[in-house]
């Protein structure tokens, strides 16, 4: 019974985290991360260091250094939503049996269960992350076309990267996490970024990594949402009153049908910028309003009726400052003095940084492990966020 220990199977454990560690992960290394093999319960709150901004001062020679300046640390309270497990095992006949085949397949098969359970959880991870994209800033981009399908054409970074200085992210560590089909139009026709002698390197000719581009880490992922539902309004119109630049709530005449949700993504008369509603209304048609991301109105409404569109469903694709998204991690809790589990070990992941829980219970003529992870996400600087729009 001895060899029924995880402490054998950390090479192996080790071995299917460098397999996973190399597939299509992107919000998980894109985003802020606290990590730790601290448990935590479901449910629980746990406050989360937040740094903002330092300011610079003239350095001049003294007898002596200055007192250390007064600052904030600011933080932000997130809930662990999240605790989930993924068990595999065998039976006695079934380990024997596979113990018995020819090379042994016992080692290889608890190799890729291993990895197939660090798969399962991450791609959970990076959906609940790309599900955030509600809580954006602001969108740029064609809602039925795929960014970057001009060739030779960046104005899907540039035009990203002005809604970042626009609305004052920090002008370093900015993200993108795009979807495979924006991800292989920068493959196929911007050939600037594959020419060695114009790139000045041959990562994204010969192994297609994208790497940095005008400003942005560029990562791909499956968690990148396709084609999301929006809200049925049609023919709706702010109310005479006018709104100011920066102003978020906007009041509605008694005009239009249908709905615009929390995510939709709308447009003013006037005004090219596509703003994410935070705040939406059932019914267009009473008088009711609706809630714009900060920083708001990028452009005056006029006091007079204008024109409100919302965009169709479509592809979010996501650009942010790290510090906009926020990525909870901890081991589940355990009672007081443990469980029934013959072995328990927490292992963090040296690539992702995430504590996994890895645990065996021997049960009668049967093994089960568990793979186990309990987190949380949260937009906690919609400013700072934007999306990257398309089919």
Avoid: C
């Amino acid at each position: 019974m001895a060899a029924i220990t995880l402490t054998g199977l950390i090479p192996t454990i080790h071995d299917a985290m460098d397999v996973v560690s190399r597939e299509r992960v992107g919000f998980i290394p894109a985003v802020s991360k606290d990590s730790s093999s601290v448990r935590a319960a479901l449910n629980e709150t746990v406050r989360s260091p937040v740094v903002g901004a330092m300011t610079a001062e003239d350095l001049t020679a003294a007898a002596y250094a200055a007192d250390v300046p007064a600052r904030t640390i600011n933080y932000v309270d997130m809930t662990i939503s999240k605790a989930r497990s993924v068990p595999f095992g065998f039976t006695g006949e079934e380990a024997k049996s596979l113990s018995q085949r020819e090379g042994n397949s016992l080692p290889v098969i608890n190799r890729d269960s291993i990895a197939q359970a660090l798969r399962t959880l991450t791609n959970e991870i990076e959906s609940d992350i790309g599900a955030l994209h509600i809580y954006a800033s602001r969108a740029y981009g064609t809602y039925n076309s795929v960014p970057f399908g001009t060739a030779a054409d960046l104005s899907d970074f540039a035009q990203s990267a002005k809604i970042l200085d626009d609305n004052g992210a920090p002008m370093s560590d900015w993200q993108m996490v795009l979807g495979s089909a924006a991800i292989a139009n920068i493959r196929g026709k911007q050939s600037g970024l594959f020419k060695v002698n114009e790139a000045g390197t041959d990562e994204m000719l010969r192994r297609g990594i994208v790497g940095n581009v005008e400003g942005f880490d560029i990562h791909q992922s499956a968690g990148v949402k396709r084609n999301v539902t929006a809200g049925t309004g049609a023919s709706a119109t702010t109310n005479t009153a006018g709104y100011a630049v920066g102003a978020t709530t906007i009041t509605l005449a008694l005009a239009g049908t249908g709905t615009v949700i929390a995510g939709d993504i709308i447009t003013f008369a006037g005004d090219t910028n596509k703003y994410l509603v935070v705040t939406g209304d059932a019914d267009v048609s009473n008088g009711g309003s609706i809630v714009i991301a900060e920083p708001g109105l990028q452009v005056a409404i006029p006091a007079s009726a204008t024109a409100i569109t919302v965009i169709a469903a479509t592809t979010r694709n996501m650009f942010f400052h790290r510090s906009a998204i926020h990525l909870l991690a901890r081991a589940p809790a355990m009672p007081e003095g443990g469980d029934s589990a013959d072995d328990n070990i927490i292992i963090v992941d040296p690539v992702s940084g995430l504590p996994f829980e890895f645990t065996v219970y021997k049960q009668k003529r049967q093994v089960r492990y568990e793979v186990n992870l309990a987190w949380g996400v949260k937009m906690i600087a919609p400013r700072h966020a934007g999306l990257l729009i398309g089919q």
